[in-house]
């Protein structure tokens, strides 16, 4: 079984800076693209950054420039840096992976973390 357990979110002021780790754990093959998803309170959960295997990245709009995804394969971590954060970035945050648990390539699957609640407040 395949766990994804999230960790480093809290409160900070605007303008302030979080670091945000996700780690997979269990029977893993392999892991694809990882990413990182938010969820506001009222609204429908997105994409705030994603990274393949081979180090691609892609960002929504709102937080380019701001924030940088990361992976540490060794560690089967994903990290999400956050600076210059703003009111707006509250929300739970959720780690996300494509992995391959198993030998055969249909030994595959999305896995979803426990969610980190990101609070950006003065």
């Known amino acids: 079984q395949v766990q994804l357990v999230e960790s480093g979110g809290g409160l900070v002021q605007p303008g302030g800076s979080l670091r945000l780790s996700c780690a997979a754990s269990?029977?893993?093959?392999?892991?694809?693209?990882m990413g990182w998803y938010r969820q506001a309170p009222g609204k429908q959960r997105e994409l705030v950054a994603a990274?393949?295997?081979?180090?691609?990245?892609n960002y929504a709009d709102s937080v380019k420039g701001r924030f940088t995804i990361s992976r540490d394969n060794a560690k089967n971590t994903v990290y999400l840096q956050m600076n210059s954060l703003k009111p707006e970035d509250t929300a739970v945050y959720y780690c996300?992976?494509?992995?391959?648990?198993?030998?055969?390539?249909?030994?595959?699957?999305?896995?979803w973390g426990q969610g980190t609640q990101v609070t950006v407040s003065s």
């Open positions: 269990g029977s893993i093959f392999s892991i694809y693209t």
């Open positions: 990274i393949t295997s081979g180090g691609i990245t």
């Open positions: 996300n992976a494509d992995i391959r648990g198993g030998s055969h390539w249909y030994d595959r699957a999305n896995y």
